[in-house]
């Protein structure tokens, strides 16, 4: 969530074959071109226009943020199913209070080799 550098990424991410919300980082690129990339047709790619957001989902509702602080008070909140987060790129899954706070990496091969993106069951 955040610090998409380029058009390309949310080229590939826009034809996957799910919804994909992000928020903008504290490292992005050229964030009109990246909005115009997302707001084609047929793109399942949607931004929040902060570097915060709500989406709902099944009656529940989530937080996503690129900073961790702003996701420990969400969570903190007691107001979200689950609150999502990035900007350190170390992969986190824990809990504050009740509510699942994730850190799914990051989708870059730097600084490290690794790639990772999280999936959470907003059905269970």
């Not at 919804?19 to 990339?37: E, L, T, Y």
């Not at 420990?72 to 706070?101: C, N, Q, R, W």
């Amino acid at each position: 969530m955040g610090d998409i550098v380029s058009p390309y990424a949310v080229e590939r991410l826009s034809i996957l074959p799910i919804s994909v919300f992000s928020v903008f980082g504290n490292n992005d690129g050229n964030q009109a071109q990246i909005m115009r990339v997302a707001q084609r047709e047929n793109s399942n790619i949607s931004f929040s226009q902060h570097d915060f957001g709500e989406i709902e989902c099944e009656s529940k509702t989530y937080f996503l943020t690129h900073y961790p602080e702003i996701a420990d008070l969400a969570a903190l909140s007691g107001k979200y199913s689950a609150v999502f987060y990035g900007h350190t790129h170390e992969m986190h899954d824990g809990k504050i209070e009740d509510t699942p706070i994730i850190n799914p990496e990051k989708l870059a091969s730097y600084p490290s080799n690794t790639i990772s993106i999280a999936y959470y069951n907003f059905y269970y």
